[in-house]
């Protein structure tokens, strides 16, 4: 019974992630934009509010609640095997669920759905759309997740209204170059496909959210620079060797990650990425970093772990919000002198480099808790002098 709601508000920002912390700080949910859903206890969606609109719709759960004013509709999880043609007969809805059956096509009678702004057909045996699903040009919201699809058309970009995009474990092989039509876009997931090149993106100036990790991409595109509302970045398990020299154009970036690649080296633009706080680049070949690094003030994490670096800059000191580093086996004889001033560091990770001595003052990290020197070759006498000077620090060696 629809006595009780428990609402639960599932923003356009924060899908299938964990909550991360930021500077001691959760990061707050952002502004209503796109859609929200509220749900009943069971999980069964009860309102959904557009948030362009501030109108709220009432959900219907079944084809017998449909009548000619609903707007709504979520038959999801429901093991349907064709698309209900009955849904067609209702031209006036706005929001269309079906994740979560095995639906294997969609008929053409699906442009007569004018007024769609959200399409979820996520969980479900897709292989092929047809040309009427891009005459939808009110789409603001469409899930593919989980089907077979292994390219799109260049009608793709005929959705100019289009904000968020999920392709994600689709077997895509190729993007069309009509992606960079869609101006309004703010969310592209494409998590686990089979991209080896992406098409140019320069146009998307409104893109904040950019999901690429788990493909074979070799090469970005060298206009990525202009995406400059961009603020998390995930090219995790790719095969970049390196990155576009407009790279440092992504002022607003906050979040990146680009761990299990090949990249060599970073672009002399990248210290100036002046926002960014989390920064995850382990498992590359990286042997040093640019010049300016230390200016990445607000960096508050930063693993680069499983490289080949041999020393770090001595502006390293320049990053005075950082609490976690990681540095896990690379081939670090030394550190800069001024790694006693990072004195927000809470935990330091330095398992299996060649150090054979430390900064004078790592006292004065008066917040360390966690200090990891395992399978260095670093004096015993000189560990045993600094346990003692630092014994509210859990230290390893």
Same mark, same amino acid.
């Given at each position: 019974m629809r006595?009780? #709601?428990?609402?639960? &508000?599932? /923003?356009?920002?924060? &899908?299938a992630q964990k909550e991360e912390i930021i500077g001691e700080k959760?990061?707050?949910?952002?502004?209503?934009?796109?859609?929200?859903? /509220?749900?009943?206890?069971? @999980?069964?969606?009860?309102?959904?509010?557009?948030?362009?609109?501030g109108e709220d719709?009432?959900?219907?759960?079944?084809?017998?609640? #449909?009548?000619?004013?609903a707007l709504a509709l979520s038959l999801k999880n429901q093991n349907l095997t064709t698309f209900p043609a009955e849904i067609f007969r209702y031209p006036q809805l706005r929001v269309l669920d079906l994740s979560g059956n095995s639906i294997a096509s969609i008929p053409p009678e699906i442009r007569k759905l004018k007024a769609l702004k959200f399409l979820n057909l996520a969980g479900n045996k897709i292989t092929n759309l047809p040309k009427e699903l891009w005459s939808l040009t009110d789409l603001r919201k469409l899930y593919f997740t989980g089907n077979k699809i292994d390219s799109l058309p260049e009608a793709l970009g005929n959705l100019k209204h289009l904000q968020e995009l999920y392709l994600i474990d689709c077997g895509m092989q190729s993007m069309p170059a009509g992606l960079n039509r869609l101006t309004e876009l703010r969310i592209l997931s494409m998590r686990g496909n089979r991209l080896t090149a992406f098409p140019s993106i320069g146009t998307l100036t409104r893109l904040q959210n950019l999901q690429l990790g788990g493909n074979k991409i070799t090469a970005l595109p060298d206009d990525i620079g202009a995406c400059q509302a961009l603020q998390e970045l995930n090219l995790n398990g790719n095969k970049l060797r390196s990155l576009p020299a407009s790279f440092g154009g992504l002022t607003a970036l906050q979040r990146l990650s680009m761990n299990y690649n090949e990249l060599t080296e970073l672009p002399a633009s990248f210290p100036e990425l002046h926002n960014l706080m989390r920064l995850e680049i382990s498992d590359n070949k990286l042997s040093r970093l640019p010049d300016g690094f230390g200016r990445l003030a607000k960096l508050n994490s930063l693993d680069l772990s499983y490289n080949k670096l041999t020393e770090l800059p001595q502006d390293f000191s320049g990053l005075t919000n950082l609490q976690y580093l990681t540095l896990t086996k690379n081939? #670090?004889?030394?550190?800069?002198? @001024?790694? /006693?001033? %990072?004195?927000?560091?809470?935990?330091?990770? #330095?398992?299996?480099?060649?150090?054979?001595?430390?900064?004078?003052?790592?006292?004065?990290? /008066?917040?360390?808790?966690?200090?990891? %020197?395992?399978?260095?070759?670093?004096?015993?006498?000189?560990m045993q002098q600094l346990?003692?000077?630092?014994?509210k620090c859990q230290i390893s060696f």
């Open positions: 006595l009780t #709601l428990f609402l639960l &508000f599932i /923003s356009s920002f924060c &899908f959760p990061v707050l949910n952002p502004p209503c934009e796109g859609f929200r859903e /509220s749900t009943l206890f069971d @999980g069964t969606p009860a309102i959904i509010r557009d948030c362009e609109t719709y009432s959900v219907a759960t079944s084809l017998q609640e #449909l009548n000619t004013k081939a #670090l004889t030394s550190l800069p002198q @001024g790694m /006693s001033e %990072l004195t927000n560091l809470w935990q330091i990770i #330095l398992t299996a480099n060649q150090l054979t001595t430390l900064p004078p003052n790592l006292k004065n990290l /008066s917040r360390l808790k966690y200090l990891m %020197l395992t399978n260095n070759p670093l004096p015993e006498a000189d346990k003692r000077e630092m014994p």
